[in-house]
Nanobody, 128 residues
Framework: QVQLVQSGGGLVQAGGSLRLSCAVSGSTFSIYEMGWFRQAPGKEREFVAAISWRSSSTYYADSVKGRFTISRDNAKNTVYLQMNGLKPEDTAVYFC?????????????????????WGQGTQVTISS
């Protein structure tokens, strides 16, 4: 079975940094595109970042561009989200996810319907 286990997150002051990790088991990790989404209370889940299987392409929501960095280590079956310059509006539950290997992925990276397995979610809270 495929499992995505997240770690990291927590409480940090505005302007601080956090690093989220997502370890994947039960699949050939390196061939899958990976993504991060987040969901704030009362809001729909929204796209944050995505990375291709070779790490040759990355994608970011406008709200996090320049502050967040997605990366992956295929030898460790792990994808990361480095979050710098955190703002109170970044407060949310963050989820990592695996692409369904859709041929249209590169043109639709923010569409959650293109992802099949999800991590358990990790809380990120930014205080002002």
């Amino acid at each position: 079975q495929v499992q995505l286990v997240q770690s990291g997150g927590g409480l940090v002051q505005a302007g601080g940094s956090l690093r989220l990790s997502c370890a994947v088991s039960g699949s050939t990790f390196s061939i899958y595109e990976m993504g991060w989404f987040r969901q704030a209370p009362g809001k729909e889940r929204e796209f944050v970042a995505a990375i291709s299987w070779r790490s040759s392409s990355t994608y970011y929501a406008d709200s996090v561009k320049g502050r967040f960095t997605i990366s992956r280590d295929n030898a460790k079956n792990t994808v990361y989200l480095q979050m710098n310059g955190l703002k109170p509006e970044d407060t949310a539950v963050y989820f990592c996810t695996r692409d369904r290997r859709s041929t249209s992925w590169a043109n639709n990276v923010g569409d959650q319907r293109l992802y099949d397995y999800w991590g358990q979610g990790t809380q990120v809270t930014i205080s002002s």
